[in-house]
């Protein structure tokens, strides 16, 4: 005979459940292509149930990005807790480019962005968490090598690189597949000549928002 939840579990079940469905239906059709109300039918329940667990759709969102987000740490610590430096190397390659270049959280992301233009909690929601990935990917390069000294605001500078990076080639990938082969090596690669330049991140990351921003007319 099954157990019989309690009310606290049998709640955190529904809610399991509708943000396991709305993971599926954002990264299928988007955020604003999907309502309550398709998220709800998907998890086999009625539209309260989405209404009486998150107060509104953003909400819903975030704890999405905050699941996946929490399945990348995992990943994250699990794969870089131990190794030699060549270990490590290898390892933060493939977990960057597992974690960060998938195309659909990729476009996720975009599309919630654009709307915390609006909406100024949901941007300062998203930009909290912008940061935590932030600090660990800078986490896992200063342990790429264990005699790597660097300055902290050094090893922030390359981690968003690499994060922009990743996100970047995602979007690029959505026209060319191709456009990812080998990127996270080619990566390492820029990020290991780039090490001795760093007293000169900031003006080099500076510089390519210049170039990246459109004119103003």
Known sequence: MAKRLTRSEAQAQTK??????ATQLYLQQ???ATSNEQVAEEAGYSRGAVYSNFPSKEALALEVID???EQVLES????????SSEDRVQKFQDWIEQSLSDTGWALLKIELALV???NS???DELAAR???MLDHVAGAISQLDDDLELPEASVRDLARLCV???QGVALDSIKDPSSTTDWTARLLTAVQRLLPMSPMLPMLIAASTDQAAPEQK
């Open 121 to 123: 909690t949901l941007n």
């Open 116 to 118: 915390a233009r609006r």
């Open 76 to 83: 994250y610590r699990t794969t870089l807790a131990e190794g």
């Open 16 to 21: 399991a459940r509708l943000v396991e469905s």
């Open 164 to 166: 922009a990076m990743g």
């Open 130 to 132: 912008d940061k935590t």
């Open 30 to 32: 988007g955020f604003a």
């Open 67 to 69: 699941r996946h987000t």
